[in-house]
C-alpha cells in the first residue's frame, strides 16, 4: 500500500471547510502552483475558481500549506514504521486517518527513535513479563511476583517492581487514543492561574501585571489578549503561571482504563497498580497536557491577535487619501523644534526647515511667520500634523496660522492630524535613506508625514507592517506567522486599490502582484532611464520582466495619460479583445463608452462572454468602463478637534466630540479626541444592538462623533460612547470598563486600555487592543471583562 496521501484528498478537504465545490479548490491549488498570487487570481480568474474571493483564496493558501506540510510528516512517519517492520493495517489506517500533526505524532510516539528510556532498560533485563503479569492478575502479591525476576540486572524486588512500573508508564504515556482524551479533557476543564512571584509584588515592572497577581480562568474562555500578558507577565518574572487540568480522579481513570486496570479489586496488585496510574498521570500525562495547553493557548492568542493586527493594518492602508495637493509636514516637537517639510503634488520634497514656536525657545510668531512664507511660497492646500509629543500645540499653531490667513483674504490651506506611527522607523531605514539622502534623519518624518496625508497606502508600504503599530503584543507573536498574514494585507491592500506606474516608488510597487522587489528596482531603474511607461506593453522592455510577470502584475498597474486609455483601468491587458467586442456590439468608440452609465448597463455581459472570458469577468470589464481605474478607498475627511480640549483636565461628561478611531480591539476602540491621550469606547457603548466585532461598527482612521461619559484626570483614563443619546454614569460607558458587564464576571480583569499616550512616537510604544471574539459567548453582551485600568496593561497594542 503506498505511504502517502494523494493530493486530491488535501483538495476535498479544503473544499469541505470552505463549502465550495472540490473542482474550485483543484482549479486554485493548480494556479497558486503555477504561480500566480493570490490578488491575481481573485481579480481575473473568476470563471476558473467560481469567483473565490481574496479572504477565500487567503484561507485556501494557508490550509494548503498546513495540509502538505501534515502529509509531508505522514509519509516519513509510515516510512519509519516501515523500516522497522512494524506496520500494520490498522495503524496504517490510523495514521491515513489522522487530519492533524498532532495526532500523527500521537500515534508515532511509540515508534519515534529516543534514547534508551528508564522503560527500555527494565525490557531489556526482562521485566516486561512482570508488568504484564501484575496487570493480568490484580490477585498478585506484587513482592512475590517480582521475587522470581531477580538477576544480575536486577538487583532486588524494589528494582524488578519498579522497572515493571516504568513500562507501564510509558505504555499508557505513548497510548494515543488516551493522549488525544487526556488533551481534549484538560483544555475543555482546564484553568490558568496566576500569581505573582515572591518578592515581585512591589516592584514597578511588576505593578502592571498586578490585576493577575491572584487569577484565575478556564483555558477555553480566555481572550487573546490576556493571555499574551500573562505570558508577558511570567517572562517578566512578575508573575507565576500553573495549568490545572482539574480533578485527579478523572485523568487517573481514564489512565486506568488504558491499562486495564480495575481499582475496584480488594487486595493484591491493585494497590501498586493504583500507584502505577497515579505515577502515568502525574509524571508523564500531566506534564505533556500542561506542555500542550501551553502551546495551544498561545498559538490561538497569537492567532488572533495577528486577525486583529491584520484588520487594523488594512483599514490605516485603505484610508482616504487627501490626493495630490502640495503638503506641508509638520513633524511636533517641544526642545527640538517643530521639523518642516513641503512636498508637492506629486510627494517631491521642494523646502525643509524647522521652527520652535514651543518651549524651552518659544518663537511663536516667528514660526508662525515662517511657516506663512511657506503657504504662500508652495500655494500649500494641506497642512499634515503629526499626533506625537506637541501635537495639539502645533495643531493651535497651525489654527493660527490658517485663520490669519484667511483673514487677510488668501487661500488658507486645511489641516489634519496624521498618525506618526512608524514614521520613526521609516526617517531611519535604508529606503529613506536611498530616497532622500540629502535630508537629516529628523526631517524625513515631517516628509513622511506629508505623504502619508497625499496618500496613506503609497506611504505607509515603506515601512515594515508589524512597525506601524495597530497590533497587540506583536513582539510577543512568532515572527514568521506575524510577517506572512501582515504582507498578505499589504499585498492586497495595494492590489486593490492600484498602483500608477510612473510615480510609484519601488517599495509599493514591490507589493503588487508577481513583482519582487529586485523587479520593482528594475522597472524604476527603467523608468528613470527610458522614461515614463507610455503603455502596459512597454513593461516587457524592462530586463528580467517576462510574459508571467506581466500577466500576473500588469491589470494592476496604471497608466494615466497614455497611448491606450485601458491602460488607466483596471482591465487586464489580455481582456482588451472583449472590450473590443463590446464597442462593436454597442456601435460607439471607446472615449464615446467610457463613463456613459446608461449604456453600459444596458449591456447584457452574457452577450459577449466566451469559453475564456465568462460573465464574471465580462461583468468586470463593463463595471471598469463605467468607471476606469476607480479607488476602493473612502472619500477624505478629517475631524475638527474641539477649541480649548486640549488635555485630558479639559474633558466634561457629557462633552458631544469629534475624533478619529486609532486602533480597534475585540473589547472596543481607540479614538483620538485631541488631548494626547485615546479614549475608549467600550463595544457595550458602540450601538443599541448586540455587537460581536467593533470591526462591524468602526474602522482604523475613520472619523466619529462621540459622547464623554467619564474621565479620570488622575490615571488619565477617558470612556467615551458612539450611542450620542446616553448619559454620564450610564452602564456600558464608564471609564473603568464596568458597564455591561453580566452576573457572574466581577472579578475577571482584563477588558481593554482606557488611554492611548499620543505621546508616543513609533508603534512600539503604543498600547491597547484585544482579539476578535474578545470572549462574546452565549447571548449576552460580554464586555470582555474587566476594568479599563486593567485593559490598559493588558491589551499590549505595538509591544
Known amino acids: 500500500m503506498s505511504n502517502t496521501v494523494p493530493v486530491e484528498s488535501v483538495n476535498a478537504r479544503i473544499a469541505r471547510e470552505l463549502g465550495v465545490a472540490e473542482g474550485r479548490v483543484a482549479a486554485a491549488v493548480a494556479l497558486l502552483d503555477d504561480g500566480s498570487t493570490v490578488p491575481f487570481i481573485a481579480r481575473y480568474r473568476k470563471e476558473v475558481t467560481g469567483s473565490l474571493d481574496d479572504a477565500q483564496l487567503r484561507l485556501l493558501d494557508e490550509r494548503l500549506r498546513y495540509l502538505r506540510e501534515l502529509d509531508e510528516r505522514r509519509s516519513a512517519v509510515i516510512a519509519s514504521i516501515e523500516e522497522q517492520g512494524k506496520m500494520t493495517d490498522v495503524l496504517r489506517a490510523q495514521l491515513l486517518a489522522a487530519d492533524t500533526k498532532a495526532r500523527v505524532e500521537d500515534i508515532y510516539l511509540p515508534y519515534k527513535q529516543k534514547r534508551r528510556t528508564k522503560a527500555q532498560i527494565a525490557r531489556e533485563a526482562g521485566l516486561e513479563p512482570l508488568a504484564d503479569a501484575l496487570l493480568a492478575d490484580p490477585s498478585l502479591i506484587p513482592d512475590e511476583a517480582a521475587a522470581a525476576y531477580l538477576t544480575d540486572d536486577v538487583a532486588d524486588v524494589a528494582a524488578a517492581l519498579d522497572g515493571a512500573r516504568h513500562i507501564l508508564i510509558e505504555r499508557a504515556s505513548e497510548d494515543a487514543e488516551l493522549v488525544g482524551a487526556v488533551r481534549t479533557r484538560f483544555w475543555s476543564e482546564g484553568r490558568l492561574r496566576t500569581e505573582v512571584r515572591t518578592g515581585a509584588e512591589a516592584t514597578p515592572a511588576a505593578q502592571k501585571f498586578r490585576d493577575y497577581f491572584d487569577f484565575s480562568e478556564s483555558l477555553d474562555d480566555m481572550p487573546s489578549h490576556r493571555v499574551l ?164 500645540e502645533t495643531d493651535a499653531l497651525a489654527a493660527e496660522l490658517i485663520a490669519e490667513i484667511t483673514a487677510g483674504g488668501g487661500k488658507a490651506p486645511a489641516k489634519a492630524v496624521v498618525s506618526e506611527a512608524g514614521a520613526s522607523v521609516y526617517s531611519a531605514s535604508e529606503y529613506a535613506s536611498q530616497e532622500l539622502p540629502q535630508l537629516d534623519v529628523s526631517i524625513r518624518g515631517a516628509v513622511s508625514i506629508a505623504r502619508r496625508l497625499q496618500d496613506p497606502l503609497a506611504e505607509l508600504v515603506k515601512i515594515d507592517p508589524k512597525s506601524i503599530g495597530v497590533g497587540q503584543y506583536q513582539h510577543d507573536v512568532a515572527p514568521a506567522t506575524l510577517a506572512r498574514s501582515l504582507d498578505a494585507v499589504v499585498e492586497d491592500a495595494v492590489n486593490a486599490v ?133 479607488d476602493p478607498r473612502p472619500a477624505f475627511e478629517t475631524a475638527t478637534f474641539a477649541s480649548g480640549v486640549e488635555k485630558v483636565s479639559d474633558l466634561r461628561p457629557g462633552m458631544v466630540l469629534e475624533g478619529v478611531v486609532t486602533n480597534v480591539a475585540a473589547f472596543g476602540a481607540f479614538i483620538d479626541v485631541g488631548v494626547h491621550q485615546d479614549g475608549l469606547v467600550h463595544v457595550s457603548a458602540m450601538s443599541d444592538k448586540f455587537v460581536s466585532d467593533p470591526h462591524d461598527v468602526v474602522r482604523s482612521g475613520q472619523v466619529v462623533r462621540v459622547k464623554v461619559m467619564e474621565v479620570d484626570v488622575d490615571r488619565q483614563r477617558i470612556g467615551l460612547s458612539l450611542r450620542l443619546n446616553d448619559e454620564p454614569g450610564d452602564k456600558g460607558a464608564r471609564a473603568d470598563g464596568r458597564g455591561g458587564r453580566p452576573r457572574g464576571e466581577q472579578n475577571n ?26 470572549g462574546q459567548r452565549g447571548g449576552g453582551q460580554r464586555d470582555a471583562s474587566g476594568s479599563m485600568a486593567q485593559a490598559l496593561r493588558d491589551a499590549g497594542f505595538g509591544r
Open 229 to 392: 500578558a500573562m505570558l508577558r507577565g511570567e517572562k517578566e518574572e512578575a508573575l507565576s503561571l500553573t495549568f490545572d487540568g482539574g480533578e485527579d480522579e478523572a485523568y487517573q481513570a481514564l489512565v486506568a482504563q488504558t491499562l486495564g486496570v480495575d481499582l475496584s479489586t480488594p487486595g493484591g496488585a491493585t494497590t501498586w497498580l493504583a500507584g502505577t496510574v497515579r505515577w502515568a498521570w502525574r509524571t508523564k500525562l500531566m506534564i505533556t497536557a500542561t506542555i500542550e495547553a501551553r502551546m495551544r493557548l498561545r498559538q490561538r492568542a497569537e492567532e488572533e491577535a495577528v486577525a486583529v493586527f491584520a484588520t487594523n493594518l488594512k483599514d490605516l492602508l485603505l484610508a482616504a487619501p487627501a490626493g495630490t495637493r502640495a503638503t506641508l509636514g509638520l513633524d511636533p516637537g517641544f526642545r527640538t523644534g517643530v521639523k518642516v517639510a513641503v512636498v508637492d503634488a506629486t510627494g517631491k520634497v521642494v523646502d525643509t526647515t524647522a521652527v520652535f514656536p514651543h518651549q524651552p525657545q518659544k518663537q511663536w510668531d516667528r514660526a508662525k511667520a515662517e511657516l506663512a512664507a511657506l503657504v504662500l511660497r508652495h500655494d500649500v492646500e494641506l497642512i499634515a500634523i503629526g499626533n506625537g509629543t506637541a501635537s495639539r
Open 498 to 630: 492600484g498602483v500608477d506606474l510612473n510615480t510609484a516608488s519601488a517599495p509599493l510597487l514591490a507589493r503588487v502582484s508577481g513583482v519582487t522587489p529586485g523587479l520593482a528596482t528594475a522597472i524604476v531603474a527603467h523608468r528613470d532611464q527610458v522614461g515614463a511607461f507610455a503603455s502596459r506593453k512597454s513593461l516587457l522592455d524592462v530586463p528580467r520582466l517576462g510574459p508571467k510577470a506581466f500577466e500576473q502584475c500588469a491589470g494592476f498597474l496604471r497608466i494615466r495619460g497614455g497611448v491606450d486609455p485601458l491602460d488607466a483601468s483596471g482591465v487586464h491587458p489580455e481582456s482588451y479583445p472583449v472590450v473590443h467586442k463590446i464597442l462593436d456590439g454597442a456601435g460607439r468608440p471607446l472615449d464615446e463608452i467610457i463613463g456613459d452609465t446608461r449604456t453600459l448597463r444596458a449591456l447584457k455581459p452574457e452577450s459577449f462572454a466566451d469559453e475564456r472570458f465568462g460573465v464574471p469577468t465580462v461583468t468586470d470589464i463593463i463595471a471598469e468602463l463605467e468607471k476606469p481605474g476607480r
Open 749 to 774: 480583569p482584563g477588558a481593554g486600555r482606557g488611554g492611548q499616550n499620543r505621546g508616543q512616537r513609533n508603534g512600539g510604544a503604543q498600547k491597547g487592543g484585544g482579539q476578535r471574539n474578545g
